[in-house]
């Protein structure tokens, strides 16, 4: 737990860079929840809406990557938000492309997961029925590929940062990252899996509209506030490992373990 309670304690000293950072997570899921509402409504989400939305998640990341950048270099150091965005910018298209990474390895596991929970013949024969079963199927099959990469989503972006290396470069240093020391990362992990999943299987409940958007972000804050707190986490945990990267000769061969 030693790691969870140094990333509460630098979230404690740099609250204000952290709620800016949940601000922003905030702001994107009304963003994204009223394009939805737009959706349902049988009408297109306005351009603005995209726009703003593809703004917003450009300058969170910024800050984000920035923060973190900062915590390794600065600890607990109060930073001005120039100062995040500089550090930010280095890692901004990284962070695109894990994105992207990140989905395109998602769908390809569920595709080869989902036909194993729900066999094919079943649906094309009566697709109305097994509508409702998909979709609590689809929540088995984001437990299966989040426990499967869990350790790809924890730690790598943490190793591209602390390190400063390109993303196949951080794939490559994963092995050094090992669960069992980090069980209080891992726990943490756990923990917000499990409560992104209570409100997924919560049922819908009959209440007016403004109060429905309200309880919907009440999620998005918990859930941006699990991420901080673990993405610290993992970045004491990491920056722990001293682990050396030579810019140079960018060869697998020039990483090491550093001297304790």
Do not use: H
């Amino acid at each position: 737990m030693t790691y969870i309670k140094e990333a509460i304690s630098i979230l404690k000293n740099r609250w204000p860079e952290a709620m800016l950072l949940v601000g922003l997570g905030l702001t994107l899921g009304f963003l994204n929840m009223n394009s939805i509402t737009i959706e349902k409504d049988n009408a297109s989400p306005q351009a603005a809406v995209i726009f703003l939305s593809l703004a917003i998640m450009a300058f969170f990341l910024l800050f984000k990557t920035g923060f973190l950048k900062t915590v390794q270099q600065s600890g607990d150091e109060p930073q001005q938000p120039l100062t995040l965005l500089k550090e930010g910018k280095k890692f901004l298209w990284r962070f695109v492309l894990l994105g992207m990474l990140y989905i395109t390895i998602y769908f390809a596991a569920t595709l080869i997961v989902m036909p194993f929970l729900v066999p094919q013949e079943a649906i094309a024969s009566n697709p109305e029925k097994f509508i409702p079963v998909i979709e609590k199927l689809a929540i088995i099959d984001y437990i299966i590929v989040t426990l499967i990469f869990m350790k790809f989503i924890i730690f790598l972006p943490a190793l591209i940062i602390v390190n400063d290396v390109p993303i196949a470069f951080g794939l490559s240093m994963l092995k050094y990252c090992k669960l069992k020391e980090a069980k209080g990362t891992v726990v943490l992990f756990l923990i917000q899996m499990a409560v992104n999943l209570t409100w997924l299987l919560l049922p819908d409940f009959e209440i007016e509209l403004k109060y429905q958007k309200i309880m919907s972000l009440l999620p998005t804050i918990i859930n941006q506030c699990f991420i901080l707190v673990i993405s610290v986490a993992a970045i004491r945990f990491v920056s722990s490992l001293n682990l050396l990267y030579d810019n140079e000769n960018k060869s697998e061969s020039d990483i090491t373990e550093g001297e304790n």
